[in-house]
Each structure stands twice: as C-alpha cells, then as structure tokens.
C-alpha cells in the first residue's frame, strides 16, 4: 500500500515533529533570554519567546508538509525514518524493525 501525507500516521509525525520543536524552540530561546537579562524570569521578554517559538513549530509544520509532498507521503528526505502503515491491533514498527524484503528495490512498498 502506498503512503500518502493524507493518512493518521504522517499527521502524527508532524504533530510529533512540531511539538518537539516547539519545546526545543522554547528552552533555547528562554535559555539565552535568561542569560542576556540575568536570572529573574519576570525580565524575560515572555511575547517575544511566543513569537519565536510559535514560528518555529510553523516551520517545522511547514517542512514536514513540503518533504512529504517530495516524497510522496514521508516524512523523512534521507529515508532516516518512515511511516508505516497498521491497524489498531498490529501498531507500525520503526524501519530498523521491518524485515530487509518489506521495501522494493525500486523505492515502492512492498
């Protein structure tokens, strides 16, 4: 069965993906605004970590949309990681789990 972005499993990996940016987004940026205003966290510039946060998990949306338009419904450009279909009582194994004949040579799914 081919993979298309229009499944659960490529929206959860987007989901995924920008959540994680946006926790990642959000450390660093207050990290670094912690340290140029000192310590006190009522001096952090809280609309401004939104902002820079909030664009972050915008691009990570944005990027996960765009590699699957490119590769048909991935979300991965280097094949790092795929989505796998399954039904609820057989859950998606990661790639590295997947027996070696479970993808053609050819790039399709088997």
Same mark, same amino acid.
């Given at each position: 069965?081919? $993979?298309?972005?229009?499944?659960?499993?490529?929206?959860?990996?987007?989901?995924?993906? *920008?959540?994680?940016?946006?926790?990642?987004?959000?450390?660093?940026?207050?990290?670094?605004?912690?340290?140029?205003?000192?310590?006190?966290?009522?001096?952090?510039?809280?609309?401004?970590?939104?902002?820079?946060?909030?664009?972050? *998990?915008?691009?990570? $949306?944005?990027?996960?949309?765009?590699?699957?338009?490119?590769?048909?419904?991935? $979300?991965?450009? $280097?094949?790092?990681?795929?989505?796998?279909?399954?039904?609820?009582?057989?859950?998606?194994?990661?790639?590295? *789990?997947?027996?070696?004949?479970?993808?053609?040579?050819?790039?399709?799914?088997?």
């Amino acid at each position: 069965m081919a $993979v298309t972005m229009w499944t659960q499993e490529f929206w959860k990996a987007v989901a995924e993906r *920008a959540f994680k940016t946006f926790l990642y987004s959000a450390i660093g940026i207050a990290g670094m605004d912690g340290i140029a205003v000192g310590t006190n966290i009522r001096d952090i510039n809280w609309p401004l970590i939104a902002s820079g946060i909030g664009i972050a *998990a915008i691009a990570s $949306v944005c990027g996960s949309i765009l590699t699957g338009l490119a590769t048909g419904g991935e $979300v991965s450009l $280097v094949d790092a990681e795929r989505v796998v279909t399954g039904t609820a009582d057989d859950p998606p194994l990661p790639r590295h *789990a997947l027996p070696d004949d479970h993808y053609s040579t050819d790039g399709d799914s088997a």
